[in-house]
Nanobody, 112 residues
Framework: QVQLVESGGGLVQPGGSLRLSCAAS????????MGWYRQAPGKQRERVAS???????NYADSVTGRFTISRDNAKNMVYLQMNSLKPEDTAVYYC??????WGQGTQVTVSS
């Protein structure tokens, strides 16, 4: 049974940084593309970033240059480094293997 558990969310001021972590269990992540999505109140869930083991990385236009996705296959972990955070980045952030498995989400709030 695949489980994804996010951590690292919180309250941060505009311009600040956070690092989200996703711990995977039940299966090795190495063969799979892993991604981060987010959902703000009243909005649809949207893709933030994704990364394959082979190094193919994609970002949403809204986070390009500010967010960095990375993965450690040996530890079965996926990360999202978020810099220069803006109030519009406020959302629940979810980790996914893009195969229908999702974590429970971690809240990120950017506010002064």
């Amino acid at each position: 049974q695949v489980q994804l558990v996010e951590s690292g969310g919180g309250l941060v001021q505009p311009g600040g940084s956070l690092r989200l972590s996703c711990a995977a269990s039940g299966r090795q992540i190495s063969p799979y593309v892993m991604g981060w999505y987010r959902q703000a109140p009243g909005k649809q869930r949207e893709r933030v970033a994704s990364a394959s083991t082979g190094g193919r990385i994609n970002y949403a236009d809204s986070v390009t240059g500010r967010f960095t996705i990375s993965r450690d296959n040996a530890k079965n972990m996926v990360y999202l480094q978020m810099n220069s955070l803006k109030p519009e980045d406020t959302a629940v952030y979810y980790c996914t293997d893009l195969l229908g498995h999702w974590g429970q989400g971690t809240q990120v709030t950017v506010s002064s």
